[in-house]
């Protein structure tokens, strides 16, 4: 099984920073690392939930939304079994629960339903 557990979310005021952890385990998870892709998703109040960034445990390719690209940075570390997403120079439109997902089927997918196992979600909230 993968279990993953999200943490860093708070309040930040527009400009600022925040890193974002995202912690896997479980046998499943353990077994099979380096075949993962590993996805940060958003999703406001009433939206859907959008791509953020991805990246490949093997290889460390990384992918970014362009409403992020330059502002955020998306880094693993595989001896702790966990991936960050570092977010600088943070908006009010920033503001979301963001949700950590692996997909072991789709390198480097954007697409949210090809991502098989999610967190609970972390709120981050970008105040003006």
């Known amino acids: 099984q993968v279990q993953l557990v999200e943490s860093g979310g708070g309040l930040v005021q527009a400009g600022g920073s925040l890193r974002l952890s995202c912690v896997g385990s479980?046998?499943?998870?353990?077994?099979?690392?380096?075949?993962?892709?590993m996805g940060w998703f958003r999703q406001a109040p009433g939206e859907e939930r959008d791509f953020v960034a991805a990246?490949?445990?093997?290889?460390?390719?990384?992918y970014y939304a362009d409403s992020v690209k330059g502002r955020f940075s998306i880094f693993g570390d595989n001896t702790k079994n966990t991936v960050y997403l570092q977010k600088n120079r943070q908006k009010p439109e920033d503001t979301a629960v963001y949700y950590c997902?692996?997909?072991?089927?789709?390198?480097?997918?954007?697409?949210?339903?090809?991502?098989?196992?999610w967190g609970q979600g972390t709120q981050v909230t970008v105040s003006t």
């Open positions: 990246i490949t445990w093997t290889g460390g390719t990384t």
């Open positions: 479980g046998r499943t998870f353990n077994n099979h690392i380096s075949s993962y892709t």
């Open positions: 997902e692996a997909s072991q089927a789709y390198i480097g997918t954007r697409v949210n339903n090809e991502y098989h196992y």
